[in-house]
């Protein structure tokens, strides 16, 4: 991960398979690594509210003993295919896809009323305050609520399964390296 | 000089001596590896991270150009604000954590891991230098005429040396201490930013006695409009043209920040995706409390120091921020007003420095990592590709300072805004497509790069901006056959369609294998850097 590995010549393609260099010793994924996804709970804002309780957990990704044969190409295509990656994305897109179609749906709604119906925005709603103003602060909320419940949704819905999936895929592609040589 | 402009200039000197100060402390423990270089070893936290992006981001257009906006046009400069901040949705939902897990440096590194790598990084590394240097020259533009303005000077050359100073300053920076240099005077500049606009937005509420209604109903008053002041339509509310031109700017500006290289280049200076999520939580946090301040700010300016006195002093309503700084300490002459005013110049210049340092690293990766990896002829040489940026970064130095002296009139907010939308054209279509699309292939990948950058650019070309109008570039000549001056409406969607196109067209089978690599590492952060 953020092991340096010294000076890379020009033009060194990102496309390592699954190049990690760290822990190529350890044969369990029972060692404990030194993963910065489990460090101390996060110290920004959308993360003080953690009433929530973790998602329940997804099985995992290996087939059994003989998926390490495959080769090191057909892993991420297995994982793919696996239930637990498969949970991990709909968990994903079922918040972000309508979560992205809101937002930008309000945001454009908004720019199109403000440009095109200045007389309705500028009905007062109470004092100085009309609702021009009340939807473009309603625009911050809704940012900042939208970011909150994105953090939130992620950390209990999907990074414990996504670190467990990691690992596996890496293993995986490891074990596959090492059948092919 | 008066008393202000000294003391403004002696806080400027401080923090130049003190981001030289972080350069050399750096540079002196560098290991000169691309990972240093680029990423900044990859080991920043999420708060240190969130304080630099939106150092990077958090620009002297929005700290002096939007208030002075909502000064000037009171409600349709708050259009702006939350432009630029429901923006970070995107980012966050769609890009951070997904190009955190897929790349390695660049953009291009996410498009080449599935598609044939030579063209997608030529194209990507094309239009990421094209969207750094158009933002670049809007702030080395802005530095220049914040000095005539904020220094009394308002000669060509005063202005011609503060671009060629600034220039020379953001590429040491780069080319000595890389992105951990970078990230420090990001960080440095975002919390004198903030600390500066905290005190701003308190001395303003206390001055109304905490009565934001009183504010408003001032400014209404003070501003000469009444009521319409605190309404949409006074700056946008002409002919339809003006009207469709801001709701391509609004679109340009949502979707553009997604595509901005040196955005995108923040999120591999972190560990993990989740720590890139964190970033992003962090930096929500911050540019939408400074952006709620600003328009606090405008319409402060426009209730203590009047409209009519913004425009006096600067047509465009720069000066807004300055002069309220200068009324609230007490006014002119006096040693709070004195005081305040020069904390704000100094803020002003040193958020500057900070943004275009980290606009210089991200086209410098730009050109080594994508650009002259691809294009250096194979049998060559091969030079360290770190030695190869941090001369990149000398290069678009002097090319930014080039183009900042030939485009010292123009306009800087339609620059930023400019910026955005090719941003947005060229870079996001691609970008969303490689990610979430099972069929996108090499040949859509370059189409959606060219079909959002050509007609971006094409279009301004044509626009009212560059002839044909008292206000553009050429006025004498007229080849102007469209009517927008933000061509974000027509580009953005071009770039989307030139994509699917280009992919429906191809005979290239998208590989299975490779989509599935990157979506289970993008989702999972399996094999990430």
């Known amino acids: 991960m953020q092991s340096s590995n010294g000076p890379r010549g020009a033009g060194d393609g990102p496309e390592r398979p699954a190049g990690n260099q760290e822990d190529r010793g350890t044969p369990s994924r029972d060692v404990t690594f030194e993963d910065p996804w489990h460090d101390a709970p996060a110290s920004g804002w959308g993360e003080l509210h953690d009433t929530g309780t973790p998602a329940p957990a997804v099985p995992p990704a290996r087939g059994g003993p003989g998926a390490a044969a495959a080769g090191a190409r057909d892993v991420y295509v297995e994982v793919q295919r696996s239930a637990a990656f498969q949970e991990v994305r709909g968990r994903y897109r079922r918040f972000v896809v309508p979560g992205t179609v809101g937002f930008l749906v309000w945001y454009v709604g908004y720019v199109v009323t403000a440009t095109t119906a200045p007389g309705f925005m500028a009905r007062p709603v109470a004092g100085a305050v009309n609702v021009g103003m009340v939807a473009g602060l309603g625009q911050f909320l809704t940012t900042f609520l939208l970011t909150w419940a994105y953090a939130r949704h992620a950390r209990l819905r999907r990074d414990r399964a996504a670190l467990e999936l990691r690992w596996d895929t890496q293993e995986l592609a490891r074990g596959a390296r090492g059948g092919a040589q | 000089?008066?008393?202000?402009?000294?003391?403004?200039?002696?806080?400027?000197?401080?923090?130049?001596?003190?981001?030289?100060?972080?350069?050399?402390?750096?540079?002196?423990?560098?290991?000169?590896?691309?990972?240093?270089?680029?990423?900044?070893?990859?080991?920043?936290?999420?708060?240190?991270?969130?304080?630099?992006?939106?150092?990077?981001?958090?620009?002297?257009a929005s700290f002096l150009g939007i208030a002075g906006l909502i000064a000037l046009y009171g409600y349709d400069g708050l259009l702006y604000c939350v432009g630029f901040l429901v923006a970070w949705l995107v980012v966050l939902f769609l890009v951070a954590e997904l190009v955190r897990n897929c790349g390695r440096f660049t953009l291009a590194d996410v498009l080449a891991a599935r598609m044939s790598e030579r063209p997608v990084r030529i194209a990507a590394g094309t239009s990421s230098?094209?969207?750094?240097?158009?933002?670049?020259?809007?702030?080395?533009?802005?530095?220049?005429?914040?000095?005539?303005?904020?220094l009394g000077r308002t000669s060509g050359a005063a202005q011609a040396w503060t671009v060629i100073g600034v220039g020379a300053l953001m590429v040491i920076y780069v080319s000595l201490g890389g992105m951990r240099a970078t990230t420090w005077i990001q960080i440095v500049k975002a919390v004198l930013l903030?600390?500066?606009?905290?005190?701003?937005?308190?001395?303003?509420?206390?001055?109304?006695?905490?009565?934001?209604?009183r504010l408003l109903l001032t400014?209404?008053?003070?501003?000469?409009?009444?009521?319409?002041?605190?309404?949409?339509?006074?700056?946008?509310?002409?002919?339809?043209?003006?009207?469709?031109?801001?709701?391509?700017?609004?679109?340009?500006?949502?979707?553009?920040?997604?595509?901005?290289?040196?955005?995108?280049?923040?999120?591999?200076?972190?560990?993990?995706?989740?720590?890139?999520?964190r970033s992003v939580v962090w930096s929500i946090g911050l540019?939408?409390?400074?952006?709620?301040?600003?328009?606090?700010?405008?319409?402060?300016?426009?209730?203590?120091?009047?409209?009519?006195?913004?425009?006096?002093?600067?047509?465009?309503?720069?000066?807004?921020?300055?002069?309220?700084?200068?009324?609230?300490?007490?006014?002119?002459?006096?040693?709070?007003?004195?005081?305040?005013?020069?904390?704000?110049?100094?803020?002003?210049?040193?958020?500057?420095?900070?943004?275009?340092?980290?606009?210089?690293?991200?086209?410098?990766?730009?050109?080594?990592?994508?650009?002259?990896?691809?294009?250096?002829?194979?049998h060559g040489e091969a030079r360290s590709e770190v030695a190869v940026a941090r001369w990149a970064a000398v290069g678009i130095g002097v090319v930014a300072i080039a183009l900042?002296?030939?485009?010292?009139d123009l306009n800087v907010a339609f620059l930023v805004g400019l910026a955005f939308a090719v941003a947005a054209s060229a870079n996001l279509p691609v970008l969303l497509y490689s990610l979430f699309w099972r069929g996108f292939t090499t040949r859509g990948a370059v189409w959606a790069v060219y079909g959002g950058l050509l007609p971006a650019i094409g279009l301004v070309l044509l626009s009212p901006v560059v002839s044909g109008d008292p206000d553009s570039l050429f006025p004498a000549v007229d080849f102007q056959y469209f009517p927008l001056e933000n061509p974000g409406i027509v580009s953005i969607p071009l770039g989307f369609l030139a994509g699917w196109l280009g992919t429906v067209t191809s005979d290239e089978v998208a590989d299975e294998a490779k989509y599935a690599e990157t979506e289970v590492r993008s989702l999972t952060g399996a094999g990430a850097v």
């Open chain 2, 404 to 408: 900042g002296l030939l485009a010292r």
């Open chain 2, 287 to 378: 540019i939408g409390s400074f952006y709620l301040m600003t328009i606090v700010l405008g319409f402060g300016a426009a209730a203590v120091v009047g409209t009519g006195a913004v425009r006096g002093s600067n047509a465009a309503g720069n000066t807004a921020v300055p002069l309220l700084a200068l009324d609230l300490g007490g006014g002119a002459g006096s040693t709070g007003g004195t005081v305040l005013f020069a904390v704000v110049a100094a803020v002003a210049f040193a958020t500057i420095l900070a943004v275009v340092a980290g606009i210089t690293l991200a086209s410098s990766a730009s050109v080594a990592h994508d650009l002259y990896a691809s294009l250096r002829r194979r």
């Open chain 2, 1 to 60: 000089m008066t008393g202000d402009q000294t003391l403004a200039l002696l806080l400027f000197t401080g923090f130049v001596a003190v981001t030289l100060g972080i350069t050399t402390w750096v540079s002196r423990r560098r290991r000169g590896s691309a990972e240093e270089f680029y990423a900044g070893g990859r080991l920043f936290s999420p708060m240190e991270n969130g304080f630099a992006i939106a150092g990077d981001y958090m620009s002297a």
């Open chain 2, 129 to 150: 230098v094209t969207v750094s240097v158009l933002y670049l020259v809007a702030q080395m533009v802005g530095a220049g005429s914040l000095v005539a303005l904020l």
């Open chain 2, 219 to 277: 400014a209404a008053e003070r501003s000469g409009h009444g009521t319409a002041f605190l309404a949409p339509g006074l700056k946008y509310g002409g002919d339809w043209t003006a009207r469709v031109d801001f709701i391509s700017l609004g679109l340009a500006l949502v979707l553009g920040t997604a595509g901005l290289p040196h955005i995108l280049s923040r999120f591999y200076t972190v560990p993990t995706a989740r720590a890139a999520r």
């Open chain 2, 194 to 213: 903030l600390g500066g606009t905290v005190v701003l937005t308190v001395l303003v509420l206390l001055r109304f006695h905490g009565d934001v209604d």
